[in-house]
């Protein structure tokens, strides 16, 4: 069986996204750092949640309020790694690299919201 969200685009690029900031979330934790651990995990896990739940709508107009709440987890996302970045917990270049699939994400996200109304 398969989910209708399995096979958006949107939701597949989220979830490399999310794999990536697990892995960060995993790493702050074994530092002790849980509260960033958990603001991120959870921030992550609304990107991709969102767009599922959204796609069991029974209208579109539903479905887009579901991918605002994914879309503004984007930038949820990204002001928690600049935060880490600033206190020197993940390096510039990855840092960078996240922003902008972040960024490729939320473009992702209106375009999809664009062809659905």
């Known amino acids: 069986m398969k989910f209708r ?13 999310t794999d990536e900031l697990l892995i960060i979330a995993d790493n702050l934790e074994e530092k002790k750092l849980y509260r960033f651990a ?4 959870g921030a992550t896990m609304s990107m991709t949640n969102n767009i599922a739940e959204g796609s069991g709508s029974n209208s579109n107009k539903d479905f887009c309020n ?8 984007t930038f949820e996302n990204a ?3 600049i935060l880490l970045n600033r206190r020197n917990l993940i390096a510039e270049d990855k840092l960078n690299q996240l922003l902008e699939k972040l960024d490729k994400e939320c ?5 999809f919201k664009k062809s659905i109304n």
């Not at 685009?9 to 989220?14: E, G, L, S, V």
């Not at 579901?66 to 987890?73: I, Y």
């Not at 473009?107 to 375009?111: A, C, K, L």
């Open 5 to 17: 969200f399995q096979d958006l685009q949107i939701w597949q690029f989220a979830m490399e996204i």
């Open 38 to 41: 958990e603001q991120l995990r």
């Open 66 to 73: 579901f991918l605002n709440f994914a879309k503004r987890s």
């Open 79 to 81: 002001n928690i790694l």
């Open 107 to 111: 473009r992702m996200i209106m375009n």
